[in-house]
C-alpha cells in the first residue's frame, strides 16, 4: 500500500532515539524530507546522516523545547529550509516516574508547551499544505491507571483532549489532527529495560498483560505514527489511536 508520504516535508521532536527515531526512520524510508531534534548534538549528528544516507533531505539541530522562542524559531526555520511542513510529530516527552511540584512543571513544560507551542509554530506551514497532519503522542496511563497517579499520565491527558478539539477547529482548513498513545514499548536502553533489569516482577506481570505475552515495540508505534500522518489516512482526524497489545481493557465507543 502507498501511503503517500513521498515528497512530503516532516518535523519530528525527540527523534533521535526510541520512538521518535523510529518514526523518522520511517518517515524517510517512505520518501518525506525530515526536520529532526534533540538534546544531544552527537546524537543529533549520527540521525542526520543516517537518515541522509536513505536519500532523503534532513536537517537536524540541538533544540529545547521548554525555551519558547529558540524552539518556535528552529520550526519556522525548517519550514522555510525545507520548503514546507505537511507533517508535524511533537514527540519529545519528560517521561514519567515524577510525583511532585517538580514533575508537574517539567511534564508540563515539555510534554504540553513542547506540543502546543510547536503546534503554533508549524500552523503557518501546515496551512499552506495539501496534506496536513498533526499527530501527537499520547499514552495509555492517560487513558486508563497505570502504576501511580503521576504528572506524566494527568499531562498526556491534556493532550489527547487538545489534540482531538484542535482537529474540529482545523478540519475545515485542511488540517488532519490525531493522536497516537502507546501501552509500554521495550526499547535497548529505555525505561522498560530498565524495569526489566530492576524490576522483573513488574516487567513480568506487565508483559503477561499483553495479548501475545510481549511488550511492544517503537517501530509497531511508528507504524501507526506514518500511516495516521499519511494521505492514506484522509477520512481520520480527532481519533485517539491506542496502540497496546490488548494491555487496556476499556471498551472504546
Excluded at 524530507?33 to 544516507?53: G, K, P, T, W
Excluded at 511542513?85 to 510525583?99: K, Q
Aim: net charge negative; charged share 20%.
Amino acid at each position: 500500500m502507498d501511503l503517500g508520504l513521498s515528497g512530503k516535508k516532516a518535523v519530528i521532536t525527540g527523534s533521535t532515539r526510541g520512538i521518535g527515531r523510529a518514526i523518522a526512520n520511517l518517515l524517510a524510508d517512505e520518501g518525506c524530507d525530515l526536520a529532526i531534534c534533540a538534546r544531544n548534538q552527537a546524537q543529533v549528528d549520527s540521525a542526520v546522516a543516517d537518515l541522509s544516507a536513505k536519500g532523503v533531505k534532513v536537517t537536524g539541530a540541538v533544540v529545547d523545547v521548554a525555551d519558547k522562542e529558540a524552539y518556535q524559531g528552529w520550526i519556522t526555520s525548517v519550514g522555510e529550509e525545507l520548503g514546507g511542513i505537511d507533517i508535524f510529530v511533537p514527540n519529545v516527552s519528560a517521561g514519567g516516574g515524577s510525583v511532585d511540584e517538580e514533575g508537574w512543571v517539567k511534564n508540563f513544560n515539555v510534554d504540553l508547551l513542547g506540543t502546543t507551542r510547536g503546534i503554533e509554530a508549524a500552523m503557518p506551514f501546515l496551512q499552506k499544505s495539501d496534506a496536513a497532519a498533526i499527530v501527537v503522542i499520547g499514552t495509555t496511563a492517560a487513558v486508563e491507571e497505570f502504576a501511580a497517579p503521576q504528572t506524566y499520565n494527568a499531562i498526556k491527558a491534556a493532550i489527547i483532549v487538545h489534540a482531538e478539539q484542535l482537529a474540529l477547529a482545523v478540519g475545515a482548513s485542511g488540517i488532519r489532527v490525531n493522536c497516537v498513545s502507546p501501552g509500554p514499548v521495550f526499547i535497548e536502553g529505555g525505561d522498560w529495560d530498565f524495569i526489566k533489569n530492576n524490576m522483573p516482577d513488574f516487567y513480568a506481570a506487565t508483559e503477561a498483560k499483553f495479548l501475545r505475552g510481549k511488550l511492544g515495540t517503537a517501530e509497531e508505534v511508528a507504524n501507526a505514527v506514518a500511516f495516521l500522518a499519511s494521505p492514506a489516512a484522509s477520512l481520520i482526524t480527532g481519533v485517539n489511536l491506542v496502540v497496546d497489545g490488548g494491555i487496556t481493557k476499556r471498551v472504546q465507543l
